[in-house]
Each structure stands twice: as structure tokens, then as C-alpha cells.
């Protein structure tokens, strides 16, 4: 069964430093999701992709964080420099996006996570 | 903008027992309603959503837009349903918003 692949599942850096992950969406799917989870609470779109463009990244700290899906397919997202702060899961989810009239396809896949720790 | 609010963090019922977790929302639009679960050790999965009207694992949800409100219901909880349920809205222009979760625990 085809899933949400991401790297790496852990990460630890010094503050200052930058950091990327990677995430490789289940093949056709459409829309790739980028979501910022601290502990407690529940994700936080960071950045939203219909196949290469950004449609919505409102919530995405601009000032130090990037993300890019090039082809509309795999998709990095960056950070620099990492704060203290930034520590949380970052998950990534896909989606095949709207088919057919009447029908949803808005089912999020959702990928394991990468653990970042800021010190 | 779009909100998405569970008021239990935490919900603990014994086995056999009815269980609901609740989700309120706001939104002007007309809305998406979702059901995400994530058992231990386990990566976040859909369980059901409003369009589809279906009951997943004896789990029902129905869309109140009177109330704004997609409670999670089951009349018989399991000691397998333990796990974190997050309710999730997406909007007309398929934006995502997610509360921040309500922890399932049955006890035996």
C-alpha cells in the first residue's frame, strides 16, 4: 500500500542552524500539505501545495522558513536559522484534491513525522 | 477565519460504555468535516468524514451546522478505541484546519 514517505524521522540541531526535511507524497496525489505539531496541540498548516504552487501559506513563518515542490511532486521544507521554538513534529500529508462532482477527494494521507529538537 | 474546537483533552470511559468526543467549529462557508485518529506508535488516518455518512470501527458522526458542531459518537466503547482523535475542517477553498485533539482512554 502505497504511503507518505518522510525524512529524516529525527532531527537535532543547534539553534541558528538550518535544517530541511523531505517529504515524497503518495504518487498522484495532487496537493501536498506541510504541518507544524508542538506537543499538545493539534497541527498547524504551515503550507499548502496544489501540485507545484503555493496556495496557501499564510501561517508559514516566511522570515526563516521555505518550502518548495519543484516538479508538484517530492517537497522540502526549510529553516534557517532554527530557533528554539521551532521544536515540535513536522508532518507531512497528501492528497489526491477534488475529483469528481459530488465527490471528495480531500482525504489527507499523512506521512510519519520528523522529530525536530532545537538546542 | 475557520476554527476548529474540542473542549476534552482528556476523555476516559470503561469498555462497553457509550463514549462522544466532542468538535465545534466556526466558519461562514459551508464545510468539510473530518475525523483523524492516531493510535500509538501509528501515523494520523482519516476514520470518517461527514460526506460520506458512514460508521467506521462502530464510530458515527453527524454534521449539526444548526449547532456547527461534528461530535464523534459510539455506543459501545473498545479497549483498542484508546488512541487520539482530532476533528478537522476543510474549507471551500480546501484549506485545512485541525483541533487540537481529545485522548481517548478505555479502560477495561
Known amino acids: 500500500e502505497a504511503e507518505v514517505a518522510q525524512s529524516p524521522r529525527y532531527k537535532i540541531t543547534e539553534k541558528s542552524q538550518a535544517v530541511a526535511f523531505w517529504c515524497d507524497p503518495i504518487?498522484?496525489?495532487?496537493?501536498l500539505y506541510w504541518y507544524r505539531q508542538i506537543l499538545g496541540q493539534g497541527p498547524e498548516l504551515l503550507v499548502q501545495f496544489q501540485d507545484e504552487s503555493v496556495v496557501d501559506d499564510s501561517q508559514l513563518p516566511k522570515d526563516r522558513f521555505s518550502a518548495e515542490r519543484l516538479k508538484g511532486v517530492d517537497s522540502t521544507l526549510k529553516i534557517q536559522p532554527a530557533e528554539l521554538g521551532d521544536s515540535a513534529m513536522y508532518l507531512c500529508a497528501s492528497s489526491l484534491a477534488k475529483g469528481l462532482a459530488g465527490m471528495s477527494y480531500n482525504e489527507q494521507f499523512f506521512g510519519p513525522g520528523t522529530r525536530l529538537t532545537v538546542l | 477565519a475557520q476554527r476548529v474546537t474540542q473542549p476534552e483533552k482528556l476523555l476516559s470511559v470503561f469498555k462497553g460504555a457509550p463514549v462522544e468526543l466532542k468538535c465545534n467549529y466556526s466558519y461562514s462557508g459551508s464545510p468539510e468535516l473530518f475525523w483523524y485518529v492516531q493510535y500509538s506508535r501509528q501515523r494520523l488516518q482519516l476514520l470518517l468524514r461527514?460526506?460520506s455518512r458512514e460508521s467506521i470501527k462502530g464510530f458515527t458522526a453527524d454534521l449539526n451546522k444548526g449547532e456547527t458542531s461534528f461530535h464523534l459518537k459510539k455506543p459501545f466503547a473498545q479497549e483498542e478505541d484508546s488512541a487520539m482523535y482530532y476533528c478537522a475542517l476543510n474549507t471551500n477553498a480546501g484549506k485545512s484546519t485541525f483541533g487540537d485533539g481529545t485522548t481517548l482512554t478505555v479502560k477495561p
Open positions: 461527514h460526506i
Open positions: 504518487s498522484g496525489h495532487a496537493t
